[in-house]
């Protein structure tokens, strides 16, 4: 591909994240900057510029980048945030995170996708991610508390550990709903005196599964 052609690539991913209703300067400059294509292998890598899923191995798939991208911004990231993500992945949310936030921690209960994410963070110079094999219901105690936390795998509520893992003002992004019907993308703000709750749109996430994964 030429560099007129890539130009032309990343000015229609950045039209197409317009049109899905993604406006903050910020996340869609973030999104210009980090290529996809270092998330996805093989076949797909050519698909990497197309606003769908795709298949990343251990059976998970990357996210739609507009649902990346509307994530992203419902978070609220600030340059002084510590931000915790569960559901790593690919690692392409933890990299647009990267780009917004003082310092990710992305967790996953795949192994072999933790080792595939360490090595695109590599391959794009991005060091404020640390990237660990956990099972993430439980958070990270050891780092918390956390500014923003982002769940990228639905859960049939906002769990109780992440919620207390928040600093108070902090904010929450999470699918919320069974794995097999509708669920909804929910914003909790942590504020003194307890949660509030905003309902934002219709998602479609894998599972939160319990426990380490075996590959
Ligand atoms: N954010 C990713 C996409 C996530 S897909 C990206 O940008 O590519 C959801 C991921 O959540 C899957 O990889 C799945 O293995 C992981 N997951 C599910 N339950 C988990 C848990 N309890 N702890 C950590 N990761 C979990």
Known sequence: MTDAERAEQIMRFIYALRSKGVTDPAVLRAMERIDRGAFVRGIFAERAYEDTPLPIGCGQTISQPSVVALMT?????????KVLEVGTGSGYQAAILSQLARRVY???RHRPLIAAARAAFDALDLHNITAMA???????PDQAPFDRIIVTAAAEDPPGPLLAQLRPG???VVPVGQS????HLIKVRKLDTGYDYEELR?????PLLEGMATD
């Open 73 to 81: 911004e419902a978070l609220e990231v600030t340059p002084r945030d």
């Open 106 to 108: 992305t967790v996953e």
């Open 134 to 140: 956990a099972d993430g219901s439980f958070g990270l």
């Open 170 to 172: 902090g904010i929450m």
């Open 180 to 183: 097999d019907t509708v669920q």
């Open 202 to 206: 219709p998602v479609r996430f894998v």
